[in-house]
């Protein structure tokens, strides 16, 4: 058995391309994560919760959502408020405690777990209307890909069955050939 004509055999095939089928599962969530760490340390900079903190936040989800693989879309759209309802009042806090002076007594109190809660319920709209539109994007991704799925198996049917019959068809010229050959 020679080695060299199942080397050249498979150097001779076009290399298969395949295709992106997204991100791997695990990285929609750490995608949003990490936004929410990259809002909190502009946060921190900037001294205020506010813009670029959303804009991070909404970018990079919804940019993850759109390149995420189906079967991570769950899982990514549901850490969305989970990480969002964690990190914006830690953020806050943060935030809140950088501006405070250093020889403040410790502990905490009302008014402070208040003050750190505070930009969860102000910024609730974006996060509802991220993790809608996310969700949007979600099931339109899947539509399109079972779409895509049920296409390719009936386009993959008619290629089988094509050659099917054209295997069927060289059968029979053999045969005929054999019984044309017999016969002289």
Known sequence: ??????SSRRSSRPP?????????TW?????????????????LMLGVIGLPYQLIFIIATL?????????????????????FGIFTPLTSWFVSQQGVAA??????????????VYPLAQLFPTLIMV???????AVVRIILLRRNQESRQVSGERTRRAQREAEEANQNAARRARAQSTRV
Do not use: D
Request: charged share 5%; glycine share 10%.
């Open 103 to 116: 020889n403040v007594s410790p502990g905490v109190s009302v008014t402070e777990i208040l003050t750190a």
């Open 131 to 137: 993790t809608l539109v996310a969700a949007l994007i």
């Open 27 to 43: 990285s929609g969530p750490s995608v949003v994560l990490a936004s929410l760490i990259t809002g909190m340390l502009v946060s």
């Open 16 to 24: 298969q391309q395949t295709a992106f089928v997204g991100l791997p």
């Open 63 to 83: 940019g993850v959502t759109l390149l995420v693989e189906a079967r991570g879309l769950f899982l990514t759209v549901a850490s969305i408020p989970i990480l």
């Open 1 to 6: 058995m020679s080695h060299g004509s199942a």
